[in-house]
C-alpha cells in the first residue's frame, strides 16, 4: 500500500509524492526473493548442463567459468544477507 501525500508553498504548484508503506516493502521483499530463488535453479540447471560438457574445455575456459560461479554465488549470498538483515516487521 502507499500513502499519498500532497504538500504546497504559496506561489508553488502542489506536488504529490507516494510513500510505500511497510506492506509495500514487504511486497518487494518478497518478488526479490523470489527473483533469487528463481536465479540460483537457473544457475544451478547451468551448472548440471555445463558440467557434463566441461571436460571438453580448454584449462582457461574452466578457470573463467569457475571464476565467474564464485562472483556470482558470493553476489546471491550477499544479496541474500541483505534482505536476511532487514528488520522482522518489514518482511512480514
Known amino acids: 500500500m502507499n500513502v499519498d501525500i ?5 506561489g508553488q504548484p502542489v506536488r504529490r509524492a507516494s510513500i510505500p508503506t511497510d ?7 518478497a518478488r526479490l526473493t523470489a527473483a533469487q530463488d528463481a536465479l540460483a ?9 555445463l558440467n557434463g560438457t566441461s ?6 575456459a574452466r578457470q573463467a567459468y569457475v571464476e565467474a560461479q564464485r562472483s556470482w554465488e558470493a553476489s ?11 528488520p522482522a516487521h518489514a518482511r512480514a
Open 6 to 10: 500532497s504538500h504546497g508553498r504559496p
Open 23 to 29: 506492506d509495500g516493502l514487504a511486497e518487494g521483499l
Open 41 to 49: 535453479s537457473l544457475l544451478a540447471d547451468l551448472q548440471s548442463e
Open 55 to 60: 571436460a571438453l574445455w580448454g584449462e582457461r
Open 76 to 86: 546471491t549470498a550477499r544479496q541474500r544477507q541483505i534482505v536476511a538483515d532487514i
